[in-house]
């Protein structure tokens, strides 16, 4: 049984920080690109960052570069997203999924159950 299941999700303030954490199971993690997604109330799903399944190209959406980063630790199946400087538009729930042999994630199969994110003051 796939899982994918995100944790670190909280309130922040603006300027503040929160590292979210991704555990997977049920599938071979290190062959899968992983990536994180979010959705902010009223609007849809988009791209935030992603990691190969080799672990060697990262990418990132415009509005994050530099201060979001992500990485994963194929030892304990998970994959991380540090978020620096967070911004009011980075409230959202976050969402970690897979994408098998991918170098950027763009057609995940799994996906967890998101977890959210407030920034306010």
């Known amino acids: 049984q796939v899982e994918l299941v995100e944790s670190g999700g909280g309130w922040a303030q603006p300027g503040g920080s929160l590292k979210l954490s991704c555990v997977a199971s049920?599938?071979?993690?290190?062959?899968?690109?992983m990536g994180w997604f979010r959705q902010g109330p009223g609007k849809g799903r988009e791209f935030v960052a992603s990691i190969s399944w080799g672990g060697g190209n990262k990418y990132y959406v415009d509005s994050v570069k530099g201060r979001f980063a992500i990485s994963r630790d194929n030892a304990k199946n998970m994959v991380f997203l540090e978020m620096n400087s967070l911004m009011l538009e980075g409230t959202a729930a976050y969402y970690c999924a897979g994408d098998r042999y991918a170098d950027t994630v763009s057609g995940p199969q799994y996906w967890g159950q998101g977890t959210p994110v407030t920034v306010s003051a």
């Open positions: 049920g599938f071979t993690f290190s062959h899968y690109g």
